[in-house]
């Protein structure tokens, strides 16, 4: 497969492709061709993530120099600046901060009974 990260991307490869898995199963679950939000689509790589790597996610997205939503959404950008992915005027990247690190979500509450 053709490389997906630029030639200086500080991400892996594997995390262009996880992203765009991700993206096309958040719009099959919710029923979607178009758009998905950026909440959205990190709720969709956090339950690929999860059931994909388990508790190891956090530390596989680490190796592919992802530690949080904020990084998705910088590749999530960059796909954006190429022209593999579209934006709406309403999406920013600000829509991919806040969120709490991989690492608290995959590892410190995965074994958790409140987890979704």
């Not at 979607?32 to 709720?43: F, N, P, T, Y």
């Not at 608290?104 to 958790?112: H, P």
């Amino acid at each position: 497969m053709e490389s997906l990260s630029g030639a200086a991307a500080p991400y892996d490869d594997e995390a262009y492709r996880f992203l765009l898995e991700a993206l096309e199963r958040t719009r099959q679950h919710l029923g979607r061709r178009g758009h998905v939000s950026g909440r959205e689509l990190l709720d969709g790589i956090e339950e690929l993530g999860g059931e994909r790597y388990g508790p190891m996610a956090a530390l596989v997205f680490a190796e592919w120099g992802v530690r949080d939503g904020s990084d998705f959404g910088k590749i999530v950008y960059e796909l954006i600046d190429r022209g593999v992915l579209f934006r709406r005027e309403e999406d920013s990247l600000e829509d991919f901060l806040g969120g709490r690190s991989y690492r608290a979500i995959f590892e410190d509450d995965y074994f958790s009974p409140n987890r979704r």
